[in-house]
């Protein structure tokens, strides 16, 4: 296949080809980063701008190793010390950035819809620059669902990373899926590869109206029709399930009180050694990061490397990211 792809902005319309192309490229640039010299000089010459409009830990430093092993110059910019503070506004930065000769944005914001309106002035003004979206509100996080789905596709086969491997597998993401742009992604990759997909929460933080999230839209990117299930009780997604994602509680995005008490959403809906004793022995627990320890996740739980792939995810994610900015950069698909 050819990768015509020149933005990166959501996972709705991802074809299974491009889910397959996406793993595969991520799994030779693993093998790279398994080397002495941990660089290629793909990007070089090229400069990815990550223009993060809201805070950031990993997916932030993910970006800019993913772009150095890459040999791309990078332009970090933060919002804190920006001119935005002057009142120039988010185009006016891009275009700015643009002026400076980036070929490829890496744009996180608080509010959805950032990226895409930066894609959309790029075309507008016909030039060749490939905009990723890093998380625009609670609408979308791409590379985030995309290094979940890498995770779990190495760990079910390691040489041979492919979406079809979930197929029939139950995977349950918990916790704060209303104001979650990583569940959002995550659904649909997820229920691409025809993995049955079990969402659990409370009422006030999965409405009724989430089941529509999917099978309102276009189903053409899905093998098979998607499975989404909602529970407002955490043992009947977990029962079963072959992975458990597990979701920081966003305290920053609740505008009311959605939750009694952090203890009690804990009893409730938090993910402990005895819950998973519901789930298929070999069960493997992720999360996304930032991690509230104890609220969604005990805290002994997110370090037995039994269960939990946390840390393989943050290692995925520059992998994944190196094979995204790859294959905008225009890489052959191998
Ligand atoms: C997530 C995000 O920012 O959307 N984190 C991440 O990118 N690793 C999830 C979160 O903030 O809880």
């Not at 935005?84 to 070929?103: H, N, Q, R, V």
């Not at 002994?300 to 269960?307: A, N, T, V």
């Amino acid at each position: 296949m050819v990768w015509t792809r020149r933005h990166i902005l959501s996972l709705a319309d991802f074809s299974q080809a491009e889910y397959d192309v996406v793993l595969q490229t991520a799994s030779s640039f693993r093998e790279v980063l398994s080397r002495r010299t941990k660089k290629v000089p793909t990007l070089q010459g090229q400069v990815v701008a990550n223009l993060f409009f809201e805070s950031s830990t990993r997916t932030r430093s993910s970006f800019e190793l993913a772009a150095k092993r890459l040999s791309a110059d990078t332009i970090n910019f933060a919002a804190g010390t920006s001119s935005l503070s002057k009142g120039e506004t988010i185009l006016d930065t891009a275009k700015t950035y643009l002026a400076m000769g980036t070929d490829m944005m890496v744009i996180r914001h608080k509010e959805a819809g950032v990226p895409q309106a930066i894609a959309a002035e790029m075309d507008r003004l016909g030039v060749r620059v490939g905009v990723l979206n890093a998380g625009d509100g609670q609408h979308e996080h791409p590379s985030q669902a995309l290094l979940d789905l890498f995770t779990i596709c190495t760990l079910l086969d390691s040489e041979q990373p492919t979406l079809s491997l979930l197929e029939g597998k139950k995977i349950a993401i918990v916790g704060d899926i209303l104001h979650s742009r990583v569940a959002r992604s995550n659904i649909w990759s997820l229920t691409a590869s025809g993995a049955e997909v079990h969402l659990a929460a409370p009422p006030t933080l999965l409405p009724k109206w989430f089941a529509e999230y999917v099978t309102d839209s276009d189903n053409q990117s899905a093998a098979k029709p998607r499975q989404l299930f909602l529970h407002w009780a955490l043992d009947p997604a977990l029962e079963d399930a072959d992975f458990v994602m597990t979701l920081r509680l966003q305290k920053e995005r609740m505008t009311s009180h959605l939750l009694p008490s952090l203890r009690e959403y804990h009893q409730q809906f938090g993910i402990t050694r005895d819950r998973l004793k519901r789930c298929k022995p070999e069960v493997k627990v992720l999360h996304p990061g930032p991690v509230n320890r104890g609220v969604e996740i005990s805290s002994d739980l997110m370090d037995d490397p039994q269960f939990s792939l946390i840390s393989q995810q943050v290692t995925s994610g520059v992998a994944v990211r190196m094979a995204l900015l790859y294959l905008m950069g225009g890489g052959k698909v191998a």
